[in-house]
């Protein structure tokens, strides 16, 4: 079945960049999407990019897609330590299909 | 503002005591799931409505139940629930159609003893 698989742990100073990978493999996937996770709270929508694009940026945020390596990224420019949360990748084949989420991968910002 | 409202936020119960735990979106999407979080699994679905009256098993689905009578409503019933049902549980809603990003409510954490 369709897995996404992300690394569990990164750790980053403050003012660092962060980079965040994901693989997934469902060449099919149309949509992708980043969501954040902070403590005690649920699911937000960080950002999200279509199968057709290989790149979209948003402020600090910068998404990469390699469609041929099934592999996206999500890169925080200037990490501040508002940004230590749980970062989830999903991908999605149809506007009518589940999302397949990853386990999630812990960013820690020390000062 | 738009929103997904699960309740309770927090619950403590006894084996086998059966309770409800209510998710309502006010965004008349016609999509909502309900999704357990657990450490080093990550999120996995349990059920999930495509539209009123339509509801589908997700990956561990045993041990729950739903139902979907109205559009804004989700409730995920545990009819006798276990110590391995302890988590943190996640409502969820989004459209049908196209680009249309998931909606999480807060969460529910359940505690079974």
């Known amino acids: 079945g369709e897995d996404v698989e992300q690394s569990l742990f990164l750790s980053v100073r403050e003012g660092d960049s962060s980079v965040i990978n994901c693989t997934y493999t469902?060449?099919?996937?149309?949509?992708l999407y980043w969501y954040k996770q902070e403590p005690g709270a649920g699911l937000q929508l960080l950002t999200y990019?279509?199968?057709?694009?290989d790149m979209k940026q948003d402020q600090r945020l910068t998404v990469l897609l390699n469609k041929k390596d099934k592999h996206l990224s999500l890169r925080i420019a200037d990490t501040q330590t508002g940004d230590s949360a749980i970062y989830f990748c999903?991908?999605?084949?149809?506007?009518?299909?589940?999302?397949?989420f990853g386990k999630g991968t812990m960013l820690l910002v020390s000062p | 503002e738009a929103q997904v409202t699960q309740n309770p936020r927090y619950l403590i119960t006894v084996t086998g005591k059966k309770l409800t735990v209510t998710c309502s979106q006010n965004?008349?999407?016609?999509?909502m799931s309900w999704y357990r979080q657990d450490p080093g699994l990550g999120l996995r679905q349990i059920y999930y409505?495509?539209?009123?009256?339509?509801?589908d098993k997700g990956d561990v689905p045993e041990g729950y139940k739903v139902s979907r009578k109205e559009k804004r409503n989700f409730p995920l019933i545990l009819e006798s629930p276990s110590p391995n049902q302890t988590s943190l549980y996640f409502c969820?809603?989004?459209?049908?159609?196209?680009?249309?990003?998931?909606?999480f409510g807060n969460g529910t954490r359940l505690t079974v003893t």
């Open positions: 969820a809603s989004r459209g049908n159609r196209g680009y249309s990003p998931l909606h």
């Open positions: 469902d060449s099919s996937s149309t949509y």
């Open positions: 990019i279509f199968s057709n694009m």
């Open positions: 999903a991908d999605q084949y149809s506007g009518y299909s589940t999302l397949t």
């Open positions: 965004m008349n999407h016609e999509y």
């Open positions: 409505s495509m539209n009123v009256e339509v509801t």
